[in-house]
């Protein structure tokens, strides 16, 4: 028996283990939900200091005339209180759901079908002969929630300090599950250097109970110091923003590794990073040195000019599946945001389908929100057929019931004031899902990634079918609705004839 590797313990004890599983395991954004963490709006919750990765602007025009932004005051504790309510009730709908039937006739085919995508299953069959009473149960999702933290008390580093920190509402942005690795974010805001630290606990946890199978890991956090930052990108013009965007030049530049989890979506073995104001080149780099069992895609949204985080813009719902009623493998894309047509083919030659997003049902953000209105479409997937989005978005409903998803409605708008909504506010931590090969056709070549002068801005026609690759084209689209976005008649010429 050698103890150093663990073959010391019982027998039992090892297949027990075995046969469960490891309790950190999220390859995709869509296999069965068993653990996730929901992110907490605690009491000492602020608004974003003003720094180099930072400069924030109250939506409301009338309060911006009359108020400086609040950057590192405590927020108001109604919005904290009424954004704390939605997330708790957000862990009751993962928890549990309890149908009660009482009779087999009750039991429709309508309603099997959508609790079968539920994974519903028999929690009490009847108990006497004549009795026809059954309760049936979704599999519950267990929820753990963040440490409690005091975000007010300023923190600092050898070449910087800020005000204050943020809050956890949003575990994605610093958390991510690669298998079985948790990884910690190095973010790029020095306001949210030690947000991971609300979910260090968590991560210790999980580490300390399966250290065998289970990683726990970190970038090396960046210096934050002002070298790492563009210092004029806050006064760059929206001329000027639009005329940079074939260089993909953000807010950080390329001296020191630097992304937030958020830009990352799980597809099994292909994971896609988003370059944004979060991450940069040198962080997509890190990654994919990192975990040489995935395969790293870079992904660019050139007519987004401020992209951060890729859960409001580019979100894989299922993987292609052959035969046996299996469908099309399916990706929401914002339209307002189009991928390249370039970046794309991996996913056509794949059996992928486009999805255009509709337009969010509400357009009027919060004040204090420094999110778009695009987190309409900051979903969760609690399995390939079940998705749950905010109550307020029929047209995103409609859509996913139309293309055969079971839909779960929260409120969640509350949270769009603390920079989220439901994907943002979460961190899957266990799904029954694994290191598949959903984009078999390809030929993987790291070396591209890292081409000092990427600048292909040639993206989807989303008003076209591409021949069958868009399911919906819209109409209704048009570049620059979003208010980070010119519109094509205020792009420069030479931008606006690409
Ligand atoms: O579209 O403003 C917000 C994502 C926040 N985690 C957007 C992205």
């Known amino acids: 028996m050698d103890g150093r590797n663990g073959r010391s313990r019982s027998p039992r004890a090892g297949l027990v283990r075995q046969a469960s599983g490891p309790e950190v395991n999220a390859w ?26 930072c400069h924030s602007e109250i939506n409301d025009p009338h309060l911006a005339e009359s108020i400086p932004w609040p950057g590192g005051c405590v927020k108001h504790q109604a919005a904290i209180r009424a954004a704390a309510a939605q997330l708790d009730n957000f862990c009751a709908v993962l928890k549990a759901e309890c149908v009660k039937v009482v009779s087999e006739h009750a039991w429709d085919s309508e309603l099997k079908r959508s609790t079968d995508k539920r994974r519903t299953m028999i929690e009490q069959s009847p108990s006497k002969e004549g009795e026809d009473t059954r309760v049936y149960r979704k599999a519950p999702v267990s929820t753990l929630r963040p440490t409690v933290l005091d975000w007010s008390k300023p923190v600092s580093g050898p070449e910087w ?23 910690e974010a190095t973010m790029s805001k020095r306001s949210r250097y030690f947000e991971h630290l609300a979910c260090r606990d968590i991560g210790l946890r999980l580490w300390r109970a399966d250290p065998d199978r289970v990683k726990l890991w970190a970038c090396p956090k960046p210096s934050m110091s002002d070298r790492m930052y563009h210092s004029d990108f806050f006064q760059l013009t929206k001329e000027q923003r639009f005329d940079r965007m074939r260089s993909y030049q953000f807010c950080v530049n390329e001296t020191e590794p630097v992304f937030d989890a958020a830009d990352i979506t799980r597809c099994g073995k292909d994971i896609f990073v988003q370059k944004s104001m979060t991450t940069n080149d040198l962080g997509i780099k890190w990654l994919t040195s990192h975990f040489p069992e995935l395969r790293v895609h870079p992904l660019h949204f050139p007519y987004d000019l401020h992209p951060s985080h890729i859960d409001c813009t580019f979100v894989p719902l299922r993987p292609p599946t052959t035969g046996d009623g299996g469908g099309d493998g399916l ?21 992928w389908k486009l999805m255009n997003a509709p337009l969010p049902a509400q357009f009027d953000r919060p004040a204090f929100s420094q999110s778009s209105y695009w987190l309409s479409m900051n979903l969760l997937s609690l399995s390939p057929r079940s998705v749950v989005i905010e109550e307020n978005e029929v047209g995103l409903c409609k859509l996913l019931e ?22 943002c506010c979460t961190w899957d931590i266990k799904r029954r899902d694994s290191c598949t090969d959903h984009f078999p056709e390809q030929e993987y070549r790291r070396a591209h990634m890292y081409e000092e002068s990427f600048n292909d801005i040639d993206v ?26 010119l519109t094509r008649s205020e792009a420069p010429a030479s931008v606006a004839s690409k």
């Open 460 to 485: 989807i026609d989303v008003s076209s079918a591409n021949s069958g690759f868009l399911l919906n084209p819209t109409k209704d689209f048009k570049i620059g609705c979003h208010e980070n976005v």
């Open 331 to 351: 990706a929401l894309i914002n339209p307002e945001r189009p991928p390249l047509k370039s970046e794309m083919e991996l996913w056509r030659k794949n059996g």
């Open 402 to 423: 139309d293309t055969g998803f079971d839909v779960i409605t929260i409120p969640m708008r509350h949270m769009y004031d603390f920079g989220g909504a439901i994907h």
């Open 161 to 183: 300090d800020s005000k204050s920190q943020y809050c956890a509402t949003c575990p994605r942005d610093t958390m991510i599950t690669l298998g079985n690795t948790i990884l």
């Open 28 to 53: 995709t954004q869509w296999g069965d939900l068993e653990t996730v963490v929901v992110g907490n709006a605690d009491p000492q919750s602020c608004h974003l200091p003003v720094e180099p990765a």
